[in-house]
């Protein structure tokens, strides 16, 4: 788990950073107007301004929550913030390692606004991701009764699960391996926990540009790896080998990158920043309404803000690397080689510091 002392030691870097968040759209949904305040507060307390550590710890409890569901067996009410009602369950499953972080936030915040635990979950998701270069705009659907039962163990998929156990997993809960993939855009500012324990890799990135939801991952993916990240204790199971220093590889990536079945939608992931944001945002509308009656909710969509812009159009060769590294996989199309190489020596990219929640002391919590 992590530990606690951590988060004092980067509050005032990200505090700084915080920069003006754009004016968000007035709700023209009446039913929504509440929900525009939720957003404000979400923008200003969680997130402070900034697409970081707390967005992504959103989607991936987004995730976790979600996929305990099933289509032919009971593995839990799907996207109903089980994760959070019934966390002294759910956080023990080895799979969700350092979720309880952002369980620690939401809990009181959804507690002191009097919002499901579900809502927090994916409306918090929509509202974070709006913050994030390249992203799409998520769908924000509310109204989620509260979760009646944890989700069993093994619902979330491992970095170390191969991939025909991983694939099974999802299709149960409705999702083909392209849809998993589509969902694995995620990956783009995503970070370890717990896959290697060792303190110094603690929000070791996926990818090179770890505050931006761009095609970086997939293309990072695809090339020959050399080593393990310096001051960390790998192999660690699900852990692979990365191409560059400071980047944590996780094994399922890979291996989806190189199989047949996954490999042409990874590298049309890595192609088109544009197909991937929109592939992300159908999959996670998907993700979002599991174990959910759409009819029976308020869809507040409109109050989602539109993201930044991405910084690249294209994913390019980060320094140290270029086309002759990629592993190429899919059979229907080359890698093209016209993409961008940026120049000089690889430099070692930096983990992703955790956020601290100034306002959360303030929240209250339910009896
Ligand atoms: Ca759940
Ligand atoms: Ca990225």
Redesign the pocket.
Known sequence: MIAAPLVALVLAGIAAASPAVPPQPKAKNPQCNFWANVRDRFINEIFLGVCAQDVHSMVRISFHDAIGFSLHSEKGGGADGSMIKFQDVELKFPANEGVDFIVSFLQPFADDLGISYGDAIMFGTAVGMSLCPGAPRLPAFVGRPDATRAAPDKTVPEPQDDLTTIFARMADAGFTPTELVHLLASH??ASQAGVDPSPDLLGAPF?S??F???S??FLEVMLRANSFPAGGSGPNLGEDMSPLPGEFRLLSDRLFARDSRTSCAWQENALNQTAMASNFAAAFKKLSLLGQNQAKLLDCSELIGTPPPAKNKQAFFPAGTNHDLIEQACATQLFPTTLSTVAGRATPIPVVQLQDCPTCPTFKRRA
């Open positions: 783009s500012m990818d540009t770890p931006d939801f761009d970086q991952v």
